[in-house]
């Protein structure tokens, strides 16, 4: 393998075309920028393309609504630590982002006067939690689909150019520290490149498959996350993951919360509902922590289901058929395919499901990549910068409200795009890059390439996801995790590999001084 | 190296870009293709293949559609969504 890569050069590089990705590449394509899009899947299979449910914004179309409201939610969802200044920035700008993307061509969903319909979600509240407000625009039940589409095809017409089936290996970071570029394959042809940037930005979306159980699809791996903890810049709330109660036990795929809306109900081992003992009020329709947090307590007990006890069943056949065929018909399908369940007359088995990652890489709200430095705790990564679930802005806190990831994608992907417009790059020069750009993607390519022996990839990582699952899952404490921690360095490998991007670093740290 | 390999079934290189592009955006489509690939991946046949190269073109959604039985496939994928629907 040769020294070094061939050189690509562009004003931006953007790993990642999901709906936060392809947002910032079209601000920067319209301005005039020359702008790459990797992605390893085709642009419109990212991962967004699954969202159902909407996106939230207060445009009050149903009854009256206000940003402030919103914000009151999004505030109160995150347990109260979510960043208040971007969560404030991102209700406020909803409004306007959505229209945006109406004036895209998105065919949102209307009411008869013409106006975006919006539909309930929980969580969505007016007059600071008093009563229930619509506030999710959406296109049917597939919204992440008709968002992906008209962001991609905006993107052609702005000349973005996207490098399909393209996976980035890694950040390029130059003796001072910034971020000038990507190391990236081409997998048709096993190729590898260095793709030069004036701005790098990651979109890599969520890293769900690190757990066991996940309704993410396989490509969430949270390469993004690998690609800075590698160049050696801290993540932040990584902690932080939304599980979703109703995910169906072994497969993962998520059963709407409009299941147990429609009358559904969650029994343990003694076909007792659990639920009411937790939650007398709310019962079923709980919150989705309060609702996992008592399936996990069942289960830990031993009240769950099957032949292992690790499930509990969610119960719709008192509905009848006429409900569950004309109401629930994707339900049925799902749980027919994955569960070998028809609900008409036997109950879902289902488990707390990982859902959403609320951590990742620390961004201001301009999308700027920040990371202690010299007594700053903030201090920016010139040149680095990420956008949507990837990206830790700190809207969501320890736990995401409904609707608000698709407005986190659109909101900080649009304003990451017009920062980097602001700074004026098509002027500028491309920072140099460093002497050994490609060295340390070259050196593990060739390692992987010339290994003869050691352990499959797959075996590492299904270790590695149920190791997090076994200790990192819904409830979790000091010997839980103390224990886990280093399992999964271990499973990752991850002592001799940092060993040897310590090493790596040290030599570059050598020639820079 | 040259491979030598039965030119009725696919060598290594041709099997390893297939399942790539099985990586879907819908994990229900993710679960059904493994699945398949791995009951049949080691002995599709050309013809087979071709059919699933049109059908991993489809947008998520469609292809999902026509996986849950939502809608009915053209005459020409017919025989490979009969199998994605017992997979
Ligand atoms: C089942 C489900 C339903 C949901 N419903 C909703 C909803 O109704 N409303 C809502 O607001 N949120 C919802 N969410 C959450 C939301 O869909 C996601 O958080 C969001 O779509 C993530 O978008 P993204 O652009 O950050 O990443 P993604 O859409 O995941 O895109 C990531 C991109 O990065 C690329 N990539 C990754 N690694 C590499 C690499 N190494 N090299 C090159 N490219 C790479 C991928 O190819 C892809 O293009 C849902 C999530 C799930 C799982």
Same mark, same amino acid.
């Given at each position: 393998m040769a020294k070094s890569f061939p050189v690509m050069h562009f004003d931006a590089v953007i790993v990642g075309a999901g709906g936060a990705g392809m947002r910032a590449s079209l601000q920067l394509a319209e301005a005039g920028l020359s702008v790459a899009v990797l992605s390893k %899947?085709? &642009? $419109?299979?990212?991962? $967004? %393309?699954?969202?159902?449910g909407g996106i939230g914004a207060s445009l009050g179309n149903m009854s009256e609504d206000s940003w402030l409201w919103h914000m009151y939610d999004t505030i109160k969802g995150s347990d109260w630590l979510g960043d208040q200044d971007a969560i404030e920035y991102m209700c406020k700008t909803a409004a306007d982002v959505v229209y945006e993307l109406e004036h895209f061509g998105m065919p949102f969903d209307r009411n008869d006067d013409g106006t975006l319909y919006q539909r309930p979600f929980g969580g969505h509240s007016a007059n600071f939690g008093q009563k229930p407000v619509q506030r999710a625009c959406a296109v049917a039940d597939r919204t992440g689909h008709a968002l992906l589409h008209t962001l991609y095809q905006r993107n052609v017409r702005a000349r973005t150019q996207f490098l399909v089936e393209w996976m980035a290996l890694d950040l390029i970071r130059d003796a001072d520290g910034d971020v000038v570029g990507v190391t990236a394959l081409e997998m048709e042809t096993g190729e590898a490149m260095i793709l030069h940037a004036k701005a790098t930005i990651l979109a $890599?979306?969520? !890293?769900?498959?690190?757990? !066991?159980? *996940? $309704?993410? !699809?396989?490509? /969430?791996? @949270?390469d993004g996350l690998g690609m800075v903890a590698r160049a050696g810049l801290p993540l932040e709330d990584m902690e932080m993951w939304q599980f979703h109660p109703t995910g169906v036990a072994g497969a993962g795929i998520l059963i709407t919360e409009a299941v147990r809306g429609e009358g559904g109900i969650l029994l343990n081992a003694n076909g007792e509902r659990f639920m009411e003992r937790y939650a &007398? /009020? =709310?019962? +079923?329709?709980?919150s989705r922590d309060v609702v996992s947090r008592s399936m996990d307590q069942e289960i830990k007990e031993?009240? @769950?289901?099957?032949p292992h006890k690790d499930y509990v069943l969610l119960k =719709? +056949?008192?509905?009848g058929p006429d409900v569950i065929i004309k109401r629930l018909p994707s339900i049925r399908e799902i749980s027919i395919k994955f569960a070998n369940a028809d609900p008409i007359k036997e109950p879902i088995p289902v488990v707390p499901t990982i859902h959403y990652m609320m951590g990742g890489i620390p961004t201001n709200v301009h999308g700027q990549v920040v990371a202690p430095k010299d007594g700053d705790p903030n201090s920016v990564v010139p040149g680095l910068f990420a956008v949507g679930e990837c990206a830790c802005v700190s809207v969501h806190g320890a736990n995401r409200l409904g609707t608000n990831s698709l407005l986190d994608l659109i909101v900080f992907g649009r304003a990451t795009g017009n920062f980097i417009v602001s700074e004026n790059l098509k002027a500028a020069p491309h920072k140099p890059l460093p002497g050994d750009a490609a060295e340390a993607s070259r050196a593990r390519l060739a390692r992987i390439d010339n290994a003869? *022996?050691?352990? *499959?990839v797959s075996a590492v990582a299904d270790t590695l996801r149920k190791t997090l699952q076994a200790h990192c899952g819904v409830f979790r404490n000091q010997g839980l995790l103390s224990e886990g921690g280093p399992r999964a360095a271990r499973d990752a490998h991850l002592d001799q590999r940092s060993q040897q991007d310590v090493q790596h670093r040290a030599r570059r740290g050598a020639r820079a001084r | 190296m040259k491979i030598e390999s039965d030119p009725n079934f696919l060598d290594d290189r041709q099997l390893a870009r297939i399942r790539w592009r099985c990586r879907r955006g819908l994990l229900e489509n993710d679960l059904i293709l493994a699945r398949f690939l791995d009951a049949k991946g080691a002995t599709l046949t050309e013809e087979q293949v071709a059919m699933l190269d049109t059908l991993l073109a489809l947008t998520d959604n469609e292809l999902w559609d026509l996986i849950a039985g939502r809608c009915e496939p053209e005459a020409s994928v017919r025989p490979l969504v009969d199998e994605l629907r017992i997979a």
């Open positions: %899947v085709f &642009p $419109t299979r990212s991962h $967004t %393309v699954a969202a159902q $890599t979306g969520g !890293a769900g498959r690190i757990f !066991a159980a *996940s $309704t993410n !699809a396989f490509i /969430n791996t @949270g &007398p /009020n =709310l019962k +079923d329709l709980a031993g009240r @769950g289901c099957g =719709l +056949d008192h509905l003869t *022996s050691g352990e *499959s | -």
